[in-house]
């Protein structure tokens, strides 16, 4: 379950799917598996295994822009943004539940920073993070696509599309 065996996981898969992998998909999932042996084969250090996550996430996110980029609009595509919804969703729940029960005076702006609405919540209110604005705009607001109600929202909607294409789930 760690990042290293996941990334090991992705690369077989990459492999036994190759053919259907363009050039662009294969080299980053092979940067992914070269900087991993390389901190493998080098016991790394604290400052080096920060920068060794940031190169591993934005190769992720190069992966995920591929993936929303560049798949035909399919229920294969459905289901993967479907899944990336539900993940979303879930790890926001987690963090929001952990920021109901943190101390009042702890501050949210990581909470906001987190779900990437930070600029979102800025450009509104203009003010340090309260409360109730915070939650509104993380489980209310239908226009951050960062909040709950949003996910909920594109959840349902994958849902009747696929229930239309093939039937009720």
């Known amino acids: ?29 092979n940067r992914l598996t070269r900087n991993l042996a390389r901190a493998r084969a080098n016991r790394v250090r604290s400052g080096t295994a920060f920068d060794l996550l940031d190169r591993t996430v934005l190769s992720l ?9 560049g798949m035909t609009r399919d229920q294969g595509w459905r289901l993967l943004s479907l899944g990336r919804r539900i993940e979303r969703l879930q790890f926001l729940w987690l963090s929001l539940r952990h920021a109901l029960h943190a101390p009042a005076e702890s501050g949210l702006e990581w909470l906001l920073e987190l779900a990437d609405s930070i600029v979102t919540y800025r450009s509104r209110y203009m003010a340090r993070p309260e409360r109730l604005p915070v939650f ?4 209310l607001d239908p226009g951050n696509p960062r909040s709950v109600i949003f996910q909920v929202a594109g959840i349902r909607d994958y849902i009747d599309r696929l229930a239309d294409q093939f039937g009720p789930l």
């Open 1 to 29: 379950t760690s990042l290293a065996s996941n990334l090991l996981q992705l690369s077989g898969v990459a492999f036994q799917l190759r053919e259907r992998l363009s050039v662009d998909n294969w080299r980053t999932i």
């Open 61 to 69: 996110m190069t992966l995920a822009g591929f993936a929303l980029d």
């Open 136 to 139: 509104d705009l993380l489980l």
